[in-house]
């Protein structure tokens, strides 16, 4: 009787074993950080892609209003497909895109907006990449909504699409 | 003569310091750099992977360290930024209980079953 028991305990608990590594298998490996957790958004110094001169957060983000922070570069093909849907974005006046212009050539990020459309109120420029990372991206393209609290309320990465867009609009309404 | 000799040895004194401490912030980054798991290709750690996220990865710390951030305060900030998984060595929270307990809990197990058939 003692030996059954002792049996259907560990049939049982090969049983519990072999479903969750049954169910680990169907899981995705790749790790995603977050996109839910709300943030304040960095404090940090940049160079303006205009002008040159170095400007802080603060004044960038000065404005009560809603903030699209859009990372792009001229060499990030995604960044092209989403640039007529930020296009459109920039019309709404309730909400002002800033770019943050990733690891690029300053003439061809230029040429980039001279083609494409400039969609940005703002754009900045983020040489070595670690300001991305200071708003907690990892690549380009990524998108981060900032509230008139001055905190990132949601995140997108990769490029944006028209569902994304709608779902933008919903949320600076 | 006396007072040049002094110069001397107070001057490579400083140098030298200067070096072992340049040279400890080295070791730290490396250290710190092990620990970070690259985003991009992962599987790699940062020290080893060449790619932009991991280059950039490896300015923030260099310069968190030269700040004067201790190691702890690092991991901090790019756990807030990043999550938990950024780094190797999972911290004891409510996501890691049975990671960290559940081997303790069966060496536990395990004894007081020797124990038993022992006695």
């Known amino acids: 009787m003692k030996n059954k028991f002792s049996l259907f305990i560990i049939i049982i608990f090969l049983s519990f074993c072999f479903f969750i590594f049954y169910k680990g298998l169907n899981n995705s490996n790749i790790y995603t950080p977050k996109i839910k957790d709300k943030k304040n958004i960095p404090i940090f110094e940049a160079k303006d892609f205009n002008s040159n001169i170095y400007i802080n957060s603060e004044k960038i983000f000065e404005e009560d209003i809603f903030y699209i922070v859009n990372i792009w570069a001229s060499w990030c093909i995604p960044c092209r497909t989403e640039h007529p849907l930020l296009m459109g974005l920039s019309k709404n006046q309730t909400v002002k895109l800033i770019g943050l212009n990733y690891r690029d050539n300053l003439n061809n990020a230029k040429n980039f907006i001279n083609e494409f459309g400039n969609p940005y109120s703002q754009i900045i420029i983020d040489y070595d990449g670690t300001l991305s990372v200071e708003f907690g991206a990892y690549g380009v393209p990524e998108t981060f909504i900032i509230d008139k609290n001055k905190i990132i309320i949601k995140k997108f990465i990769g490029p944006i699409n028209k569902k994304i867009v709608e779902e933008i609009k919903l949320i600076i309404k | ?119």
């Open chain 2, 1 to 119: 003569m006396k007072i040049l000799k002094i110069f001397i040895i107070v001057f490579l004194s400083i140098g030298f310091s200067h070096l072992k401490s340049g040279e400890k912030n080295n070791e730290l980054k490396s250290k710190i750099l092990k620990n970070i798991r690259c985003l991009i290709c992962q599987g790699q750690s940062v020290y080893d992977s060449e790619s932009e996220f991991a280059s950039s990865i490896k300015l923030i710390v260099d310069r968190k360290i030269n700040e004067g951030l201790k190691e702890d305060k690092i991991y901090q900030f790019l756990r807030e930024k990043y999550g938990d998984w950024i780094i190797y060595d999972p911290q004891f929270n409510k996501n890691t209980y049975v990671l960290w307990l559940l081997p303790l809990l069966l060496f536990l197990f395990g004894g007081a079953i020797m124990y038993k058939k022992i006695k």
